[in-house]
């Protein structure tokens, strides 16, 4: 007990005077205290960081993150770190870089709907800065008393209300963000090329530290309407909402609870919740009371119809916000079961629900667990919550045994392992599940070419991948070349043969659909046109995966015929209106589920999949849009669909940008030989050289850090 | 994340009296929604001052994964106890119990220094010389010798003095308890004890006739009335009296605040049995306090006599007569009275001292009894949850983070408009006072009796 206090920490001293000439001596913490409550968040990985640094102003994370880059030391943003995957957990002793002072909100830009805010701000404390404007930011996660802008922006957040609004990339449309060499760098949406600002939200702060964003906003709706429904069983509460959504209604949110959920928020907050088996928030929100009510009336219906007992709405503004107050503290109330609780966080398809439900609950049975269920059920995002005590290490292993096995039930119906928590350290090995060899590597090389030294929230997202096996290369074939040097091969698989020995003899080539909107100035021509089919057209989940080569005019009709919409707009192959990033509004960006690509290597990458909300892994699709065939062949395209038609659609002519050193380093991961568009792009012979050497090796970085005994390894 | 279960207690062990929270830190799961309402871990954006780093803490310390105490002392000595967390924490975590057990455990291992140790045995308990020290600092500062002290620079090497004596621009010379109208009721006071010793052993109707007329309310004079506001405490005594209240102030001591904010808890039992001792004797139904916060603690003698089940009764017992005198004024039917009278001071503002909020679960009273003026315009407070960094002893001795709270505390008031923030603790008042006067604003801190008082011989 008597031991003296002591400073310890394995910074080299004159990189923690340096820390503290930039933030001044008081903000760089060593003291083993600190450094254990830097190393938690609000799951169960711990890891200590070496130092904590608390800058103020954005300009001081520029200078941090400049001086430790230089030192070769890890570091790592957090937030308030109510982060459930361990994302600002600092593996490798990093240095923990505090976002909390950063709390500045900036003035409201009326004409363009923006905000710009510091990275530090608290998710509630920008609702509240926006109330009195009239507007609010969609993405409301379960934390949102807590957690602040650049989590959500990190974790790309979602919340009750994403359901009809979208997710946290769907708004952030301009960040500055830290390279992890300590370069700032201001991006736009609306920049000329790659959406880099897209690729980066969902990064889990592992390409660059955000110190502000500029948000969209919206207006708040101008009627809301509330009900809670009580069920006898929670399939019944699912089926009611697979039925909603089929049945093409837009409810703001369909939120389901079971009792277990319930129970532990009543018991602190007494928010009227009925002591049923299962309950629905249903919330609807618009301009017209009537479309509202009719809307209310179809969804009690579809309830009724499932076997609902009670439908209850909120009478006052204040039963609204109780409701409300007890479905976010959800997670929180949990802690009055048992100390802890593993939370998944796995998406299905909407159609999926009842049978991903029965997979877990059966999955709880067998290991004998408790487990609340608590569902985004609108968009198909399931929270199981499994409640142990982490001091029975034993326990703790079932529990965690449990919850992959519960996400592998979900990648099984066709969904995935996060819909809107990350992966962080928590979920890493379970990417394997949802991610070929080849996509990870692509991942790999992406967070090379960001973070060449694996400085930057080192060791999260992507698991090691290990190297190939020396295949011999197969037999060249002969491909027919038509006169005007274009190739039309007549499947994916030929096509992909022939780009696999393009690659091998390092033959430049581009891509073109219909040429509709741009001419392909290289010699050589990969066409899509016989990749025209739709692979899958799920009108009860709202969603349709199409081929690159397909026209769009085409299959906007045909899915009309069935009472849905597909909001991409303008004429040509659907990998073109992608490639050039034509349709602006509603923003084509914030339509793309999933995609399956094929590299200039050879190999195929698949992201994505049939669900609304998706977190795993980096957002590769963002970078294809208006990529103008520099980074891939586009194969295939998943898209939302919607039960009505868009109010606007906007159409603009864009055409082929010139690639600046961003964009070089991007089509590097892609393209490591430089053989893909050269000439569209405006590089010129000599270029080339340049963008072939220094290929970023995939298999450097990622060493398995300080993460304790888990049970997969 | 070991199995291994911490050390047993054993009464040698100082980590007796935490280890038996074990399970209530454990109940918290790190979820942070208390982080973005914690006052310093506002102000500071630094977990290790933030109610769930300090429950983490306390769990280190308790699971034997924190070997030397002095390191998480730092943190633990800066919560400000004012409970805000708890009332936002889904498992609602007692993270201000939690500290002063964290603290009682570090004056185990570490010793209580020196001077606090001298003001909690030897000075608080022991009104006369209190009165007697006071009196001689208070002349000294009359006399201008602090101000001779700031302006030579001596103070500079004294800076919880100057802190002190910053919060405390005036000070009286002459105390509540010297005024013979109070004077007077302590006479009454300490007849009724005799007489109540009389009647135990004579058993006379006429004595049980007499008791039965005397007074059966007491006056608790806080010592933030007592020392600091006297007039705090004639208001009250006066308002008492304007509703028709017939009572009496007892003799007391000091509640035992400071001592159970310093986890000196050996010191919270002394002071409390003292007082119950004390207010036992007149038999008193209603115990009338003026301050909040020491209204909490009267309320919450309780919790420190676990396993004590004599004590613990005695406690409760108290605990149910003790009153808050907005409460009490509201249901004797100063409403009425307030309601004749006329307010043109302009707006109001209204500062819920923690102690009140959270501790005691009271914010209406006080509002009901100001809408009741006409024309007075109560204006909310941006923030209005938020402890206004004072917390007795804290503005002294952690007085630049105490004046990081009290400054965006005082943005929250001033952006109301109002003339005159009304409260009811002395602590708050002294604290929003002075950083009202560090922005250089007029806003005048009135305590809620002197300002009803005030009003109503308008």
Known sequence: MAKPTQAVSSLNPKLIAELQAIVGEKSVLFQPADLHLYSYDAALDRANPSAVVLPSTPEQVTQLVRALALHKRPFVARGAATSLCGGPVPLKNAVVIGMSRLQGIGRFDKIRREIAVEAGVVNLNLQQALEPLGMFFPPDPGSQKACTIGGNAATNAGGPHCLKYGVTSHYVVGMEIVLPDGQP?????????????????????????????????????????TALVSFNTIEECIQSVTDIIAAGLNPATLEAMDRTVVEAVEAFIQAGYPQAEAVLLVEVDGDKVEELDSQMKQIEEICVKNGSQEFRYAKSEAERVKLWDGRRGAYAAMARLAPNVLVEDGAVPRT?????????????????????????????????????????????????????????????????????????????????????????????????????????????LIPLVSKPAAVPPPEDIEFKVGSDG????????????????????????????????????????????????????????????????APLEAVRKSVEAEGRYLWVFGAGTVGGAVATRASVAPPLRDLILGMRILLPTGEIAVMGAKTMKNVAGYDVPKLLLGSFGTLAIILDVTFRLFPYASKESKVEKTRPFILKDMHRRIKKAFDPHGILSPRTCGLTETDLPNIETDVADPFRGGEVGNIGDRFWL | M????????????????????????????????????????????????????????????????????????????????????????????????????????????????????????????????????????????????????????LMKFFPALAAADEQLPRAPLRFLRDYPFIRQRTEEALAKVRHAQVMAAQKSAAAVSTISQMPTVAFFTACGSQYVRPETGLATARLLERVGVKFVVPEAICCGLPAASYGVLDSVRQFARANIDLLEKGRYESIIVDD????????????FFEGDPKMSKRAHELAQKTRDVSSFLLQKGLAAHLAKAKWLGGPVAYHDPCKAQYAQKLTAAPRELLGAIPNLKLIPVPDADQCCGGAGTFAVVHAELSRDIAEAKVKNIMSTGCRVVVTSSVSCLLQLAAGLRRAKSNIEVVHITDFLQRTLSH
């Open chain 1, 185 to 225: 760098i201001h991006l736009r949406i609306e920049d000329p090329g790659y959406d880099i600002v897209g690729f980066l939200v969902g990064s889990e702060g592992t390409l660059g530290i955000a110190t502000r964003f500029r948000l969209k906003v919206i207006p708040k709706p101008i009627v809301v309407r």
């Open chain 1, 352 to 460: 999926k629900l009842p049978q991903a439900l029965a997979e877990i609950k059966k999955i709880a049975e067998e290991l004998d667990l408790r487990v609340a269920l608590l569902f985004h059920a609108g968009d198909g995002n399931l929270h199981p919550q499994i409640i142990f005590d982490e001091r029975n290490a034993e326990h703790t292993k079932v529990v965690k045994e449990a919850g992959y096995r519960m996400l592998k039930a979900c990648v099984d119906l066709g969904g995935t392992i996060s819909g809107e928590h990350g992966i962080g350290i928590d979920k890493r090995e379970a990417m394997r599940w949802v991610f070929t060899r080849e996509t990870l590597m692509l991942f790999r090389r992406l967070k090379n070419i960001f973070d060449p030294e694996n400085l930057c929230n080192p060791d999260k």
């Open chain 1, 486 to 549: 274009s190739v039309t091969p007549a499947d994916e698989a030929e096509m992909t043969r022939i780009v696999g020995q393009l690659a091998r003899k390092k033959t430049l080539f581009g891509i073109g659909g219909s040429e509709s909107r741009f001419r392909v100035k290289e010699n050589l021509v990969i066409r899509t046109s016989m990749l025209n089919r739709v692979l899958d057209f799920d009108p009860a989940n709202l969603t349709i995966t199409v081929q690159a080569g």
């Open chain 2, 2 to 153: 070991s199995a291994n279960p911490p050390t047993p207690p054993s009464s040698e062990n100082p980590l007796h009296d935490l280890a038996k929270f074990e399970q209530v830190v454990a109940a918290c799961n790190r979820c942070g929604f208390c982080t973005n309402y914690c006052p310093t871990y506002k102000a500071t954006g630094n977990e290790s001052y933030s109610p769930r780093g300090r429950n983490q803490l306390v769990r280190a310390l308790i699971e034997g994964k924190m070997w030397d105490a002095a390191q998480a002392s730092e943190s633990i000595e800066t919560c400000l106890l004012c409970g805000e967390c708890t009332s936002v924490c889904f498992s609602e975590v007692p993270t201000a119990k939690l500290m002063v057990a964290a603290r009682h455990f570090i004056n185990r291992s570490k010793g209580i220094p020196r001077g606090l140790s001298l003001m909690l045995k030897q000075l608080l308990p022991h009104p006369r010389r209190l009165s007697l020290l006071l009196r001689a600092a208070f002349v000294a500062k009359a006399l201008g010798l602090s101000a001779l002290a700031r302006r030579t620079g």
């Open chain 2, 292 to 303: 909040s916060s020491c209204g909490a603690h009267l309320k919450d003698y309780a919790s």
